[in-house]
């Protein structure tokens, strides 16, 4: 009897070992130097056997030669996106890169066929380098009880482009509605911003969901905090994302997108499992000038440096933070827009696309890469190298080739 319990036991904690796992794999993108934008494609990535339930997902650029991490400040603009069947399903850019998306239980993102990963990179390095794209799994392939997750994006612009800031005092914001299409639960809020932030906010009135403050080496953006959630968000409510901008000098090309991730949890909605509604919430935004009560607590005027290789953030040719997804709360086009007000010291005025010393560029929302080469590469399965694994919740990455999924 005792043999027979020990084998039960075993058994079941094979079972669970065996749906609970870690994994790595790594592309490899090639040389990077100082000048335009590289993008690159790579089909049917190295994974595990399909499907899986990814409960834990980071990136992590290496210096080939070196074999340590690449130096996060010469990068410039990037865009790291994995996708299913032409579908974003995860996406990291500079300054989110820096930190592991982990989805509380029992949320998770279905992996079910072919991967491909898309990167776009510009770097500001004079000394050619080549460059290994790593990616860090934490899945399990027990589907018993899981919430599958949708990615999508809110953004400042219902056209999610980038925008201007100009110089004043004092700070500036910029704002976005929309009515939230479904009852849902929102997690894994990824701000994809630009240097001379100082917050982005997801809010319903007084309501403060989302803060995602920048954390600053010198005149750098290296990260920015993550939301974990799971936020309840409601059919019919009026939700904001704001963004507000040191603007001690002008700025352009700036960003103020959030990526995140939305469940369908079947004890508290109503919804089809199919998603929400394609039609799309609908959207209004607002920009604010300098405001004499304006908080501080922003980086200085000694902060991001117009003469750095950060100080005009993602150029508008280069792939923009988060688009909107095609099955989240937005349509593929992204949520409709009035027109926005801009109030400064000198007055107020309307503004649709350019006005006076705010500009509303037009150049789109989003580079999601090229086409797929059908090139696949990859490498065999880490084990405990790398990784600490325990309770509680992810911790932000230190730049160096440790890497934490919790």
């Known amino acids: 009897m005792n043999k027979l319990i020990t084998l039960l036991v075993s058994v079941l904690l094979i079972n669970f070992i065996n749906a609970q796992t870690t994994y790595q794999g790594s592309v490899d993108f090639g040389s990077v130097v100082k000048g335009p934008l590289v993008t690159k494609s790579f089909a049917n990535i190295q994974l595990p056997a399909l499907p899986i339930y990814l409960e834990a997902v980071q990136i992590v650029l290496i210096n080939k030669s070196s074999n340590q991490a690449f130096d996060h400040d010469s990068i410039l603009v990037s865009s790291i996106d994995l996708s299913i069947s032409g579908k974003k399903v995860v996406s990291f850019t500079t300054s989110n890169i820096l930190t592991s998306l982990v989805f509380p239980s029992p949320n998770v993102l279905v992996l079910d066929s072919a991967v491909t990963l898309d990167a776009s990179m510009i770097t500001t390095n004079t000394e050619a380098q080549d460059l290994v794209i790593e990616y860090y799994i934490k899945y399990t392939t027990d589907s018993s009880s899981i919430v599958k997750l949708t990615r999508t994006a809110t953004s400042v612009l219902a056209n999610f482009s980038s925008f ?23 997690m894994g809020f990824l701000a994809s911003v630009s240097p001379g932030i100082v917050s982005l906010s ?24 993550v939301c974990q959630g799971p936020f309840t968000l409601t059919k019919g409510t009026t939700y904001t994302t704001t963004a507000v901008y040191d603007n001690s000098i002008a700025r352009k090309g700036v960003f103020g997108n959030f ?145 934490e999924i919790y």
């Open 259 to 403: 990526g995140l991730y939305i469940g369908f949890p079947r004890a508290t909605t109503t919804s089809s499992s199919s998603g929400p509604s394609s039609s799309g919430p609908s959207s209004s935004h607002t920009t604010t000038g300098p405001s004499s009560t304006h908080s501080s607590s922003g980086p200085s005027s000694s902060g991001p440096s117009s003469s750095g290789p950060h100080s005009s953030g993602p150029s508008s040719s280069g792939p923009s933070s988060s688009g909107p997804s095609s099955s989240g709360p937005h349509s593929s086009s992204g949520p409709s827009s009035s027109s926005s007000t801009q109030t400064g010291t000198s007055g107020s005025q309307t503004d649709s696309q350019s006005t006076g010393s705010f500009t509303t560029q037009t150049t789109g929302g989003q580079t999601s890469g090229s086409n797929p080469t059908g090139d696949s590469t990859g490498s065999n399965p880490a084990g405990s190298t790398g990784y600490t694994i325990s309770s509680g919740m992810a911790t932000p990455w230190n730049p160096t080739r440790k890497i």
């Open 164 to 186: 201007n800031v100009p110089q004043g005092s004092g700070g500036y914001s910029i704002s976005n509605n929309l009515v939230w299409q479904t009852n849902s639960e929102a």
């Open 202 to 225: 997801f809010t319903s009135g007084s309501t403060v969901i989302c803060k995602s403050t920048p954390t600053y080496s010198g005149k750098f953006l290296e990260s920015m905090s």
